[in-house]
Each structure stands twice: as structure tokens, then as C-alpha cells.
């Protein structure tokens, strides 16, 4: 089987010096399952493909409940963690179509969740004339949370709902902010779900006591990049690495807004939604969980990947993103079972066991790379607050080779290759790597 390549060119290296955040490739759309393949061709723009599918992967994590796989000590659900980061006017805009692949879930919840409250009033009332004890209130259903939210409301509603739900917001700064209130700080729990960690909150008043064992939350943001440093302000905050970053290219071209052929946009997603309805629907009234599989080759290749890929950031970037490829290797295993599952849809019953078939488990490794490269774009914006002493060392061989770093520095200016300085510097090239990226810096 053919390696995606994801670093072997060490003339051109893929991680280190991006200057550019690179597309999902035309491959990646081709080998999709058909519910999305065909849901992406509706879509004319190449920003519109990709907007909607990074967005809609993450939706679709949220409506798949009774699936699981074993990972790491664990079983874990396909649930996504999906943030689109672009310029204001850039085109994030085209998420709000992913949001309807659930809005009929999240309608129906609703409905449900307007009966449970008519019939408690009229219970109140009885109880009121009988003489009888209030009844307790029903809590509210919804498949959407908003992001403005404290940390009891969160847990309330995960509490409420099953422990499922998704975070939906088109403004990232609306869950910075939250974030920041003292009646919010719900981060924890944001990275708690990530790994469905048991979920706790007590409220003294009324001696109220919510737990959820096993969180199942997907989350869905975009912004700015600067609304986004009030969400992530540094490296180390934990929830960098649990995200899918997705960095839109703006467009300096100002689009056609009468264009008639998008007018169908809205309804056929709203259909696509009732689709999804009846996957959930299905789903739910599993009395097991169907069970998610890699093949042993498929392992063995993941495992070797995410090697590499983890040994190339270390060396030729920062030690500091070592717990971003171990998340992504997480990530890149919920995508597979989210690809599998959606391929059995329509093609034949769910079996007790999906075992995942190469073509969704190489564009799982294809989407990944590609976004990995993506977040990088990202980590390079973000302030350090410490020095660790990996950088010290470091800092202290440029110290100790300052002439050869100027040179290093002067050949690469002239666009000399990183291999080809290494050769006439006599610098190691995973070192010139990572003086070219501290440059950039």
C-alpha cells in the first residue's frame, strides 16, 4: 500500500515552514462516503466544499450515538472538536449549512421538550387543587447548546439530554467570553468531554447535584484569529490540541450575491438533515453499541504515521505540540468510524461490528495532515508564556554557533534548501528546521 507522504521530501518538508495553509485536496472530496460526497458537489466554491465539510464533520460526530470504538484503554464515540478560523467577509459563513444536517434533531427535541413543559403546568395546576406535592420540572431538550453558557448550565443540559449535545457557535468570542465570567469557566469541562471524563457540578441552593458518566459533546466554533487567542490564549492551554483548526485563505474577489444557482442551498440541506434524523433515530434504539474496528495493517500504519509525524514536530518545530499529534491520532480514529459509518448507511444494515475499509481510513490520515498543518499556522500565532528547556538548548547552540547560524540564515534568504544548507553548514537538519522555523517566528 502506498504511504501518504507527510515529511519525506526533506527538500520541501510539509510541517516545518508553512506559509500557506493548504487545501483539502480534490482526493479527499472523491473518497468521502456518498451522504457527503454528494452534499459537497452540490456546492459550487472550493472555500464553500471545504468550510462545509470541516463544520459538517463535526455536526455529524454529534449525531451518531451508539457507536463506539476501543482506543488507548477506552472506548471513545466519533465526536469532534471543529474550529474554522478566517478573516471577517473570508466565508465562514457557509457553516450555517452544516448546522442544518442536525436542525432536525434539534427541532424535534424542542417539540418534545414544549409537551414535557405543557403537561408539567397542567400537573402543577392539579396538584394545586388536589392538594398535592409539586411535581419536578422537566428539564429542557435541545440538541444545540448556545455557547453563551455557564458551567452548571452546560452540565445541565448534557445532564438533561442524555449526556449528548453539540456547541454550536459562529462567533468564537461568545464561548471565550462565557469562559471568562465567574458564573462560567466551563473549559474543563469542555476538555473533559472531549475524552467523555465524568462530568459533576453541585449547586448549594435547592442542594441540586448533576452528573453525566460519560459526556458525549461535539463543538463546532468560528472566528477570527484574534477572537480566537481569547479562547486559546496560549500553547499550553489544553484545549488546543483537542481542536480540528481550519485556517479559510481569504478571497480579495467580491462575490456574486445574486447568484440564483445557490437558492437551492438552504432546502437541500434541510433535507439531507431529515436524513440524518433517521440515522439518529435508528441509532438510538440500539440496545448495544455497534463496535468500530481498524484492520491489523491499518494499525500498524497508524501507528507508525503518528510515530513519524510526532517525531518531525519534536524535532523540526517544538516538543510543545507532542500532546497535538497524540490527540490527532485520537481524532484521525473518530473520523475513520465516522467515515464507516456513514458508508453502511444506505448500503446495508448496521452489522454488530463496522470494520473500517482502506478508503476511509487513508482520507481519515489525508484530512488529518492536511489540518495538522493547518493548526500549525495557528501555533505559530500564539504567545509563548514560558521557555521550556528543549528552547534553552536550543537558544544556547545558536549562542555557541552564532557565525554558522548567519550563514545558515544568509543561504536560506538566497533560497538555498534546508537540506542543502545542512550540507554546507554542517548543522544537523532537523536543527536547521528548527532555527528556519524560528526565523519565521
Same mark, same amino acid.
Given at each position: 500500500?502506498?504511504? @501518504? ?48 465539510? =470541516? ?18 484503554? #477506552?472506548?471513545? !464515540? ?5 474550529? @474554522? ?10 457553516? #450555517? ?7 432536525? @434533531? ?18 402543577? @395546576?392539579?396538584? %394545586? ?10 428539564g429542557d431538550l435541545m440538541l444545540f447548546f448556545p455557547a453563551n453558557n455557564s458551567k452548571s448550565g452546560v452540565v ?31 473549559? $474543563?469541562?469542555?476538555? %473533559? ?11 448549594? /441552593? ?23 487567542? %481569547? ?27 445574486f447568484n440564483n444557482s445557490k437558492r437551492g442551498y438552504p432546502e437541500y440541506f434541510d433535507e ?23 484492520? =491489523?495493517?491499518?494499525? /500498524? ?56 475499509? $482502506? ?18 499556522? =495557528? ?34 534568504? #538566497? !533560497? ?26
Amino acid at each position: 500500500m502506498n504511504s @501518504i507522504p507527510h515529511g519525506a521530501d526533506l527538500e520541501n518538508p510539509p510541517l516545518p515552514l508553512v506559509q500557506k495553509p493548504p487545501a483539502l485536496s480534490d482526493e479527499v472530496f472523491d473518497n468521502l462516503p456518498s451522504l457527503l460526497k454528494d452534499a459537497c458537489s452540490v456546492l459550487e466554491e472550493q472555500a464553500e466544499k471545504e468550510v462545509f465539510l =470541516v463544520g459538517a464533520l463535526g455536526v455529524i460526530s454529534g449525531l451518531l450515538p451508539n457507536l463506539r470504538g476501543f482506543y488507548d484503554t #477506552q472506548y471513545y !464515540g466519533c465526536n469532534l472538536y471543529c474550529y @474554522i478560523l478566517g478573516a471577517y467577509g473570508s466565508g465562514k459563513g457557509t457553516l #450555517q449549512l452544516a448546522r442544518r444536517l442536525g436542525n432536525e @434533531i434539534h427541532l424535534k427535541r424542542k417539540e418534545r421538550s414544549a409537551k414535557m413543559l405543557a403537561q408539567y403546568k397542567q400537573d402543577c @395546576i392539579d396538584a %394545586k387543587e388536589n392538594k398535592l406535592a409539586e411535581p419536578e420540572k422537566p428539564g429542557d431538550l435541545m440538541l444545540f447548546f448556545p455557547a453563551n453558557n455557564s458551567k452548571s448550565g452546560v452540565v445541565e443540559l448534557l445532564n438533561n439530554n442524555g449526556g449528548t449535545g453539540i456547541l454550536f457557535e459562529n462567533e468564537g468570542d461568545t464561548l471565550a467570553d462565557a469562559l471568562k465570567t465567574d458564573y462560567g469557566g466551563f473549559s $474543563d469541562v469542555l476538555r %473533559k468531554a472531549f475524552h467523555h471524563e465524568p462530568i459533576s457540578f453541585y449547586r448549594r /441552593t435547592g442542594s441540586e447535584l448533576r452528573e453525566v458518566e460519560t459526556p458525549h459533546l461535539s463543538v463546532i466554533l468560528s472566528s477570527t484569529p484574534d477572537q480566537y487567542q %481569547k479562547l486559546v490564549p496560549t500553547i499550553q492551554n489544553g484545549l488546543f490540541s483537542r481542536f480540528l483548526h481550519f485556517f479559510l485563505t481569504p478571497c480579495r474577489d467580491f462575490k456574486n450575491v445574486f447568484n440564483n444557482s445557490k437558492r437551492g442551498y438552504p432546502e437541500y440541506f434541510d433535507e439531507l438533515g431529515k436524513t440524518f434524523y433517521k440515522i439518529h433515530s435508528y441509532l438510538e434504539t440500539l440496545s448495544k453499541p455497534i463496535e468500530f474496528e481498524l484492520q =491489523v495493517h491499518q494499525e /500498524t500504519r497508524f501507528l507508525s504515521t503518528f510515530s513519524e509525524w510526532k517525531k518531525e514536530l519534536g524535532d523540526m518545530v517544538s516538543t510543545d505540540l507532542d500532546g497535538t499529534v497524540n490527540r490527532l491520532g485520537l481524532i484521525c480514529f473518530r473520523l475513520a468510524m465516522l467515515f464507516t459509518a456513514l458508508r453502511h448507511f444506505g448500503e446495508a444494515d448496521y452489522p454488530p461490528t463496522l470494520v473500517c475499509t $482502506d478508503t476511509d481510513f487513508e482520507n481519515a490520515l489525508r484530512i488529518v495532515e492536511v489540518l495538522m498543518r493547518h493548526a500549525l499556522m =495557528v501555533y505559530y500565532d500564539l504567545p509563548r508564556p514560558r521557555v521550556s528547556k528543549d528552547t534553552l538548548d536550543f537558544q544556547n547552540k545558536l549562542t555557541e554557533k552564532a557565525d554558522l547560524f548567519a550563514l545558515c540564515e544568509t543561504l536560506w534568504r #538566497q !533560497g538555498a534548501k534546508p537540506l542543502e544548507i545542512a550540507k554546507r553548514t554542517g548543522i544537523p537538519k532537523s536543527t536547521v528546521y528548527r532555527f528556519l522555523n524560528s526565523l519565521k517566528r
